[in-house]
C-alpha cells in the first residue's frame, strides 16, 4: 500500500525536536502501534526533517512519514527531489513530501532571503523540481507532493501542480471550501490542533500559548480574516476565534472536532496533541482516545 492510498487514517503531527534521538524513535513506534497512519514533522529551526525522517524510518515498518512543511526558501528544486525520492525509496513508499513558503518572518527576517512573489516561487520551484535530473534508486511509486495551502490560489495550485493540499491551523468551514476548490480527487491533508480538558481556562491557557507562536504570522492571520474573525478578534483573542480554531473539550467533543473536518471533504486529518494549560509535553490521553486501533 502506498502512503497515498493509506491516507484516509488519522495521523500525528507533533514536534520531536525535545525528545533525544531514541526517545523520539520509541514515540514513532507509539504512534506505529496506536494504528496512526502518518506522521507528520515540521521544519523550522530545530531538527532537519529529512535526516529526522530517515532515522524514524529505519527504526518502524509500517508509518508513514510526511514533512509539514519543507520550505522551499531553504532548498534548491534539485536536493528537494534527490532527498524526496531518497526517502520514498528507503523507507519502502512511507514517505510523503509537504512543501510550503513559510512565512515572511521566517524567510526574510530570519535567513535574509527574498521573499517576494511566494506564489510565483511556488509555481516555479514545482516546474523546476520536475525538470530537474534524479539518477539514483527511484521509489516503486512517484512521492505524493502536497503544498501547504489556505489562500484560494494556492489551493489552486495544489491541485494543478501537486497532489493536493496541507492546510494548517484552519477550521472545518475552510475544509470544505478547499474541497471545493480542490475537487473531488486531490489530496486534503488538514492539520488540527486538539486539548483534552473540559476546563475553559485550561483550554484558554493553551490556546493561548500555541497562538502566542502563530497569530503574528501573516498568512495565517489573513486566513483567519478570510473565515470571517475580525482583527479585533484576533488580536484579543475572542473566544469565538479560540473555540473555532482550537478543539477542546471532552472524549466526544475532541472526536467530533476531528470528524468535522472529514465531513467536510478532508481525506486525512493530522491530530496535534496540545496539553492542558499550554504546557509543552505529550498528552498521551490524546493519543489514546484518537488512536485508529481504538476506534
Known amino acids: 500500500m502506498s502512503v497515498r492510498d493509506d491516507l484516509t487514517t488519522t495521523g500525528l503531527w507533533y514536534f520531536t525536536d525535545g525528545m533525544a534521538a531514541g526517545e523520539a524513535a520509541e514515540f514513532a513506534g507509539r504512534v506505529e502501534s496506536l494504528g496512526?497512519?502518518?506522521?507528520?514533522?515540521?521544519?523550522?529551526v530545530g531538527r532537519d526533517p529529512f535526516a529526522h525522517i530517515a532515522w524514524l524510518g529505519s527504526q518502524t515498518t509500517t508509518l508513514n512519514f510526511a514533512t509539514g512543511i519543507a520550505n522551499i526558501f531553504h532548498r534548491h528544486p534539485g536536493p528537494m527531489k534527490q532527498v524526496a525520492n531518497t526517502l520514498g525509496e528507503q523507507t519502502g513508499g512511507r514517505f510523503m513530501l509537504?512543501?510550503?513558503?513559510?512565512?515572511?518572518p521566517m524567510v526574510a527576517g530570519l535567513r535574509g532571503l527574498d521573499y517576494s512573489k511566494p506564489l510565483t516561487k511556488m509555481r516555479e520551484y514545482l516546474a523546476a523540481m520536475d525538470a530537474q535530473p534524479f539518477a539514483?534508486?527511484?521509489p516503486s511509486d512517484p512521492v505524493p507532493v502536497v503544498l501547504a495551502a489556505l489562500g484560494p490560489k494556492m489551493i489552486e495550485l495544489s491541485e494543478s501542480a501537486a497532489d493536493g493540499a496541507h492546510p494548517y491551523w484552519s477550521t472545518p468551514e475552510h475544509t470544505a471550501m478547499a474541497r471545493e476548490l480542490l475537487g473531488p480527487d486531490a489530496l486534503l491533508c488538514v492539520e488540527q490542533k486538539v486539548c483534552l480538558t473540559t476546563d475553559a481556562g485550561l483550554a484558554r491557557e493553551a490556546a493561548l500559548a500555541q497562538l502566542s507562536i502563530y497569530a503574528n504570522l501573516p498568512n495565517y492571520r489573513n486566513?483567519?480574516?478570510?473565515?470571517g474573525f475580525t482583527e479585533d478578534e484576533i488580536e484579543h483573542r475572542d473566544q469565538r476565534f479560540i473555540d473555532a480554531v482550537f478543539v477542546w473539550g471532552d472524549d466526544e467533543r475532541v472526536k467530533a472536532g476531528v470528524q468535522a473536518h472529514y465531513d467536510a471533504g478532508a481525506t486525512h486529518v493530522c491530530v496535534q496533541p496540545v496539553a492542558p494549560g499550554g504546557e509543552r509535553v505529550l498528552d498521551d490521553r490524546v493519543l489514546e482516545l484518537l488512536a485508529p486501533n481504538n476506534n
Do not use: F
Open 98 to 104: 509537504g512543501l510550503g513558503v513559510s512565512h515572511g
Open 223 to 227: 486566513n483567519w480574516k478570510r473565515l
Open 136 to 138: 539514483g534508486q527511484a
Open 36 to 44: 496512526y497512519s502518518t506522521l507528520w514533522l515540521p521544519d523550522t
